[in-house]
């Protein structure tokens, strides 16, 4: 007696089932990338069906385009990222420089350079303030206090710029600093504690 067309659909399709059948089965990422390359490679058909020339036709289409968005995106230039509150030098409260500078230390002897660098930098900016070498200006970049503090203290504008592009490397360039790139800023630091400013005419000739 032959077995019942339905009980033997279901009996094959329940041994199909066991896993013994289905080990070399791609996983469902290799399904999803399977379907993907098919689908591209189907629009790709079709266009190069559509496109004059065939295929060939179809490669100097993509040429074409590729060398107009090229040269639209030269025409444009590189975008200007612009300035956010979190490019300001000072990213939290207002501290003196003595508390930066005991931040900085206190990084520096856990072998942190990079956060001793920034407040340093902060250290820095902050004795110039309160020495009104520099307004107190909130939202001031590292750049900006550099070449201001520069122009007063011309002396040490090189080391200035130099400590303000460190700055910048480690907050926002993704770059370690050293110890040496902190050793060298602590002691301008220190040098810049005892430099005399250089007064502009007008307070050049009051002070005379």
Same mark, same amino acid.
């Given at each position: 007696m032959d077995t019942p067309r339905v009980p033997a659909r279901e009996a094959a399709r329940h041994e199909l089932s066991k896993p013994m059948y289905h080990e070399n089965d791609p996983n469902p990422l290799q399904r999803a990338l399977d379907h993907l390359w098919n689908w591209i490679g189907d629009i790709l058909a079709s266009a190069s069906g559509a496109a004059p020339g065939g295929p060939v036709g179809l490669a100097l289409l993509v040429v074409v385009v590729i060398a107009l968005i090229a040269a639209l995106l030269w025409r444009l230039g590189t975008p200007q990222r612009p300035l956010r509150a979190a490019d300001a030098l000072?990213?939290?409260? %207002?501290?003196? &420089? +003595?508390?930066? $500078? *005991?931040a900085a230390? /206190?990084?520096?002897?856990?072998?942190?350079?990079?956060?001793?660098?920034?407040?340093?930098?902060?250290?820095?900016?902050?004795?110039?303030?309160q020495r009104a070498l520099l307004d107190t200006r909130p939202g001031r970049t590292a750049d900006e206090a550099a070449a201001e503090?520069?122009?007063?203290? %011309?002396?040490? &504008? +090189?080391?200035? $710029? *130099?400590?303000?592009? /460190?700055f910048d490397d480690v907050t926002y360039g993704g770059r370690s600093a050293d110890q040496q790139t902190y050793l060298t800023m602590a002691t301008l630091d220190l040098d810049l504690e005892s430099a005399t400013?250089?007064?502009?005419?007008?307070?050049a000739g009051a002070a005379e």
């Open positions: 000072f990213a939290s409260g %207002p501290l003196g &420089a +003595t508390e930066h $500078r *005991a230390e /206190a990084h520096a002897a856990a072998g942190r350079w990079s956060q001793a660098v920034q407040e340093r930098m902060r250290a820095i900016v902050r004795s110039l303030e503090a520069g122009r007063t203290l %011309p002396d040490h &504008a +090189t080391r200035l $710029r *130099a400590a303000a592009r /460190a400013p250089q007064l502009s005419g007008a307070l």
